[in-house]
């Protein structure tokens, strides 16, 4: 139930990760920095779903704090990283430096997410099936 709903929402970051690069590349600046700030928008609030909400309840029941969570939180900071330095390029009309470190996030998402898609998400469901639906209630309600 979880890992339905969180796939979902990596659908969702990766469509409009998609858009800001092709806006970029094609040097529509203005339009490009919007899709990038909804994009960031939308990556952070998936981070704050998952460090705010799911992995604290998770480590609170499994007793894992050093685990997988901890490396997803590591790698959820590499990206924040690439994000500040994609804004950067952005403000500079820099579509080249742009679009080598979305190449690099675009890796790093892909690794990350199937990573969580295919071990962690699979935990928090056997993990947190009792209290599955209420917790995905109230991710709804988290911001960044």
Known sequence: MIK?????????CDRLFAEAESLVSESRWEEGESAFHEMREAIERHFSMEEKLFFPRFEAVSGM????TQVMRQEHEQMRALFDDMEESLK?????AYLGDSETLLIMMQQHNAKEEQVLYPMLD???????????????GIDR
């Open 4 to 12: 339905e709903f969180m796939e979902k929402d990596h659908q969702r």
């Open 65 to 68: 704090t050093m685990g997988p």
């Open 92 to 96: 500079a009309r820099e579509a080249d």
């Open 126 to 140: 056997a993990h947190l099936a009792v209290e599955a639906e209420r917790l995905i209630e109230e991710a709804g």
